[in-house]
């Protein structure tokens, strides 16, 4: 049972290149999410996902995008990267109930360095 | 802005030892967790407590809520210094479905 697995685990941009983040689970969660961390700081959301087709907005949303086509991939990309992006990101899953959320899944992180 | 607020930021203490950790937070909840992240890892679960709970007990685990104070805390007895992590708490918030808030958390270090 692999949980979720992000890829890639370690990414260096150039500013203004573009990227995407992938995100797996095989737990058939309903909800994904993806955060971002950086030093010293909690973890920000930049966008979920509370089902197939769908997406939202989190607290950090500009400059990301996100897509969730198929329940178990939840991708987030990075159109013009920027030296502000770097950042360690987190996508995380959940099997949420309809009146409250539960305990989440967590990946490994990604590295992403943007100079 | 952040829900949930750890405090302290940073604990060092003595193996053996009682932590302590607390987190405020600003709205209403349905339940708040704690998670744990040990250095260059990902977040791992530890503990949910409900809105209706005012104590929860996991091992060396014990984690309080009151809803009158908006706070938590969760005390990790008899700690290890393989207890050194960073420890967040995290609430829900619902807008358009439920999302999980974290706060800052609190770095600890315990010394063997």
């Known amino acids: 049972n692999a949980g979720v697995t992000q890829t890639p685990k370690f990414r260096v941009l150039k500013t203004g290149q573009s990227m995407t983040l992938l995100c797996a689970q095989d737990?058939?969660?309903?909800?994904m999410y993806w955060y971002r961390q950086d030093p010293g700081m909690g973890l920000r959301l930049i966008h979920y996902s509370v089902g197939e087709g769908t997406t939202a907005k989190g607290e950090v949303p500009d400059g990301y995008n996100v897509s969730r086509l198929k329940k178990q991939n939840f991708l987030l990309g990075l159109e013009s990267a920027a030296p502000s992006q770097t950042s360690v990101y987190f996508c995380?899953?959940?099997?949420?109930?309809?009146?409250?959320?539960?305990?989440?899944?967590f990946g490994s992180g990604t590295q992403l360095s943007v100079l | 802005s952040q829900q949930g607020e750890e405090d302290p930021q940073a604990l060092s203490i003595q193996e053996g030892e009682n932590a302590t950790m607390n987190c405020s937070y600003k709205t209403s909840i349905n339940n708040l967790q704690w998670y744990r992240q040990n250095s260059g890892r990902g977040l791992v679960h530890l503990i949910l407590i409900r809105s209706n709970e005012r104590e929860k007990h996991s091992g060396r685990l014990r984690v309080t809520l009151d809803t009158s104070k908006k706070s938590s805390s969760l005390l990790i007895t008899a700690s290890r210094a393989a207890d050194t992590a960073s420890y967040f708490c995290a609430t829900d918030a619902f807008q358009g479905g439920f999302k999980t808030i974290f706060g800052a958390g609190t770095r600890l270090f315990v010394k063997a």
């Open positions: 995380a899953s959940s099997y949420s109930g309809t009146t409250t959320n539960e305990k989440l899944f």
């Open positions: 737990m058939n969660h309903e909800y």
